[in-house]
T-cell receptor
């Protein structure tokens, strides 16, 4: 079972470049989330979606954009990469929102130089 | 500052010792979860607690949700090297059921 799949696993960006982090899930989950995790720390919510066509901001949305055109896919876009966006990014999904088990991808390690 | 503060941030103990990790907030949560994360992997759910005062046991792990639903604790009895990892609490705030917020994390190392 694939679960939640993130690509790429690693990426180095130069300041000002843009990129899209891909996330897809095959569990037919309505809820999807993007988090960032700095070394040795907890996860901070960037954006989330409760279904196709619906997205909302989390704790730290500045510098990021998302879209949800299908149930399966929830890409995260960085338009103008900054060193402060160096982090590990996790995508997650679950069935009925918070309080139910969230399934995570393996993460994307992004370095902005 | 994060909504959920965990303590301690780092913990290094000998195999066989007991330990407790705390997750505290000034906000009320309708549910709280504990996750464990290993290096290079995403977090994996250990338990969900939903009722104030609830206690759940999972083998050597005991989880408690505070009576006021603002805090939680994780107690590990006779720690083993396989318990090593990052422990994260995650809560759903009252009235904001679509989001859940993670704690600051506790990095546990169990030395054989």
């Amino acid at each position: 079972n694939a679960g939640v799949t993130q690509t790429p696993k690693f990426r180095i960006l130069k300041i000002g470049q843009s990129m899209t982090l891909q996330c897809t899930q095959d569990m037919n989950h309505n809820y999807m989330y993007w988090y960032r995790q700095d070394p040795g720390m907890g996860l901070k919510l960037i954006y989330y979606s409760v279904g196709a066509g619906i997205t909302d901001k989390g704790e730290v949305p500045n510098g990021y954009n998302v879209s949800r055109s299908t149930t399966e896919d929830f890409p995260l876009r960085l338009e103008l990469a900054a060193p402060s966006q160096t982090s590990v990014y996790f995508c997650a999904s679950n069935t009925q929102g918070a309080g139910t088990e969230a399934f995570f991808g393996q993460g994307t390690r992004l370095t902005v130089v | 500052t994060q909504l959920l503060e965990q303590s301690p941030q780092f913990l290094s103990i000998q195999e066989g010792e007991n330990l407790t990790v705390y997750c505290n907030s000034s906000s009320v949560f309708s549910s709280l979860q504990w996750y464990r994360q290993e290096p290079g992997e995403g977090p994996v759910l250990l338990v969900t607690v939903v009722t104030g005062g609830e206690v759940k046991k999972l083998k050597r792990l005991t989880f408690q949700f505070g009576d006021a639903r603002k805090d939680s604790s994780l107690h590990i009895t006779a720690a083993q090297p396989g318990d090593t990892g990052l422990y994260l609490c995650a809560g759903t705030r009252e009235g904001r059921g679509n989001q859940f917020y993670f704690g600051t994390g506790t990095s546990l190392t169990v030395i054989p």
